[in-house]
């Protein structure tokens, strides 16, 4: 199934409400997405993702079939994190399953690499049981660093995350 990435634009809000509004993503995210998802929370997103400077952060929504239905995105670190950046996803539930994700994590490790000179390391951090997105990020490359037992909170429960990451010398 074809895709392509491109920059948010404001009317993509009716998409994002109608792909973001699931507990299925949401659960496995951090809790600057919430559940429900409403109109607000699209316009925001929206907004700051045309705000972003490109010189640290690369926000794409995922186009299928003309309609924004997911979102990636890479933020450089600061301070001795400079040369370091933080991949995040999220792919409308209708898609998945299809190899998109792992395909778009590439696109975008290589747009970052292109883009920023000095960076050399991409990571990303999963819920220890986000099996799918694991299996992404293992897929596209990135290696498995380590376990951050008990590394995070979510809705009252503590589980471990994972630290996976792909260096720019070995893409
Ligand atoms: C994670 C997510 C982005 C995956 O997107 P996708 O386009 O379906 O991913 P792909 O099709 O490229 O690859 C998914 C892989 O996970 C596997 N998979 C899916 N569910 C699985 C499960 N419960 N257990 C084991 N493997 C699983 C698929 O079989 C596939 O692997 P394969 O190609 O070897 O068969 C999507 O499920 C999503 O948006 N989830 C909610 C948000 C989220 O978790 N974001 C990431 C936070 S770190």
Redesign the pocket.
């Known amino acids: 199934m074809d895709f392509i990435l491109r920059p948010w634009r404001r009317e993509d809000v009716e998409d994002v409400l109608r792909y973001a509004n699931n507990d ?2 949401a659960r ?2 951090r809790n600057v997405f919430p559940y429900p998802y409403i109109r607000t929370d699209a316009e925001a997103f929206i907004e700051s993702c045309i705000a972003a400077d490109e010189e640290k952060q690369l926000f794409r929504a995922i186009e299928i079939d003309g309609r924004a239905a ?1 979102s990636i995105a890479l933020c450089l670190g600061s301070d001795v994190y400079c040369m370091t950046a933080e991949l ?4 409308a ?1 209708d ?10 994590v590439q696109q975008i490790c290589e747009e970052g690499a292109e883009r920023w000179d000095d960076l050399v390391r991409i990571y ?4 220890a049981h ?4 694991r ?2 990020l293992e ?1 596209a490359g990135f290696t498995l660093e380590g376990i951050m037992r008990c590394g995070a909170c979510k809705r009252g429960r503590i589980f471990d995350c994972c630290m996976y990451a792909l260096l720019v010398v070995d893409m």
């Open positions: 299925k993503i496995n995210l997911g995040g996803y999220w792919l539930e898609y998945w399953g299809k190899g998109i994700m792992t395909r778009a990303a951090e999963p819920f986000n099996a799918a997105s299996r992404v897929k």
